[in-house]
């Protein structure tokens, strides 16, 4: 079993990601479908926050842990990135690059 690193960089957390998925037999789904997943866990962690905020509770719900669902996104984030090929770290920096010259105000 993958040994999560000590002060992962994103190359690292992202192939730490693809080895654990390779290892539960998450590999198995496919591109849509981790896709899919990845749109579910955004709207846990939607629910965690509404939970947090105290928006529109529900009689009986307890309070949703937003930093679990957090990790859950990033997870399938890094599994669909490794899935299609994408090194999440230098699409982050090619994108920051685009961003820097852009007009914000």
């Keep these: ?12 957390l992202q192939a730490y990601v693809a080895r654990t998925c390779r290892e539960r037999g998450w590999d198995r789904a496919d591109d849509l479908e981790t896709m899919l997943l990845l749109v579910e866990e955004v709207g846990e962690l939607a629910r965690a926050l509404r939970d947090q905020r105290g928006l529109f509770q529900e009689a009986g719900r307890g309070q949703s842990q937003v930093a679990e669902e957090l990790a859950d996104v990033l997870s399938y984030l ?15 920096r090619r994108k920051e690059e685009i961003n820097q010259e852009r007009c914000w105000s």
């Design 1 to 12: 079993m993958s040994t999560f690193p000590q002060n992962p960089t994103l190359p690292e």
């Design 78 to 92: 890094l599994d669909l990135s490794s899935r299609l090929g994408v090194d999440l770290e230098d699409a982050f």
